[in-house]
């Protein structure tokens, strides 16, 4: 039971949330226009904080911004899948689930919100340009990618494995990936390297999607798999941008 305290005016009332397989029944939480402070016992009062604020077992506030607040869920939701307990989630963070569901409305907002991988930095994946060797350009940039897709295709397989998001929400949450820059500032490398004259293909768009494919492919067998020593990845990969290289390097004048 949780009591809810309005910042402006002495009305408080009383709140049980009904626990159901680690959520609450009622998927959001409404509330009202004025200011709420969320707090452990029915007396206290208190200001609207920017992170989640709630008492700790010894009345100290206790503050957590989004992002340490979807890290903590992003790792229990990547050990346990959407099955695990928003309660867990809120006593990791040190906070109620009222508050966490004050800040998310929902289980399937948080989890789609923790599961979501931050956008990388384009450019520290595509390296400095010019390159000495485009072949050997080529094959950090992919080596770099394998690394980063590694990296997030657990917690991307987590979000597909739900059973109950449906197509709608999926395509809506997969658009927010950041699949798209990437494959746009590749191309861009690509289409830059073909004027300069390092590489030669008709198509830089296409050329990067598949670049793109081919490395993904690496680390989703590795994630699908018992994963795979460095050295296997990076033989990987040289075998790969040699296939693509046939199609991609300089014609002779």
């Given at each position: 039971?949780?009591?809810?305290?309005?910042?402006?005016?002495?009305?408080?009332?009383?709140?049980?949330?009904t626990?159901?397989?680690?959520?609450?029944?009622?998927?959001?939480?409404?509330?009202?226009?004025?200011?709420l402070?969320?707090?452990?016992?029915?007396?206290?009062?208190?200001?609207p904080?920017?992170?989640?604020?709630?008492?700790d077992?010894?009345?100290?506030?206790?503050t957590?911004?989004?992002?340490?607040?979807?890290?903590?869920?992003?790792?229990?939701?990547?050990?346990?899948g959407?099955?695990?307990?928003?309660?867990?989630?809120?006593?990791?963070a040190?906070?109620?689930?009222?508050?966490?569901?004050?800040?998310?409305?929902s289980?399937?907002?948080?989890?789609?919100?923790?599961?979501?991988?931050?956008?990388?930095?384009?450019?520290a994946?595509?390296?400095?340009?010019?390159?000495?060797?485009?072949?050997?350009?080529?094959?950090?940039?992919?080596?770099?990618?394998?690394?980063?897709?590694?990296?997030?295709?657990?917690?991307?397989?987590?979000?597909?494995?739900?059973?109950?998001?449906?197509?709608?929400?999926?395509?809506?949450w997969?658009?927010?990936?950041?699949f798209?820059?990437i494959?746009?500032?590749?191309?861009?490398?690509?289409?830059?390297?073909?004027?300069?004259g390092?590489?030669?293909?008709?198509?830089p768009?296409?050329?990067?999607q598949?670049?793109?494919?081919a490395?993904?492919?690496v680390?989703?067998?590795?994630?699908?798999?018992?994963?795979?020593?460095?050295?296997?990845?990076?033989?990987?990969?040289?075998?790969?941008?040699?296939?693509?290289?046939?199609?991609?390097?300089?014609?002779?004048?």
């Amino acid at each position: 039971m949780i009591a809810i305290t309005t910042a402006d005016a002495s009305v408080s009332a009383s709140v049980t949330l009904t626990q159901r397989g680690g959520m609450a029944s009622d998927e959001r939480m409404a509330v009202s226009n004025h200011p709420l402070t969320y707090s452990s016992t029915p007396s206290s009062r208190g200001s609207p904080a920017k992170g989640c604020a709630s008492a700790d077992p010894v009345g100290r506030p206790r503050t957590i911004d989004d992002e340490e607040l979807l890290r903590v869920a992003r790792e229990l939701f990547r050990r346990g899948g959407h099955a695990a307990a928003t309660r867990d989630i809120a006593s990791a963070a040190g906070i109620s689930q009222g508050v966490l569901f004050q800040r998310f409305g929902s289980k399937e907002d948080l989890f789609l919100r923790a599961m979501t991988p931050e956008a990388p930095d384009v450019d520290a994946l595509l390296g400095p340009y010019p390159p000495r060797s485009a072949k050997a350009d080529l094959r950090r940039v992919a080596e770099r990618l394998v690394v980063f897709f590694a990296s997030t295709l657990p917690t991307l397989l987590q979000v597909l494995a739900h059973p109950d998001l449906g197509a709608s929400r999926l395509k809506k949450w997969h658009a927010k990936l950041p699949f798209p820059p990437i494959l746009h500032g590749l191309a861009a490398r690509l289409r830059r390297m073909d004027s300069d004259g390092l590489i030669a293909t008709p198509n830089p768009e296409a050329a990067a999607q598949m670049l793109l494919a081919a490395v993904h492919s690496v680390a989703l067998l590795e994630a699908m798999t018992e994963g795979a020593s460095a050295e296997h990845r990076a033989a990987k990969v040289v075998s790969l941008v040699e296939v693509l290289w046939v199609g991609l390097g300089p014609r002779p004048v």
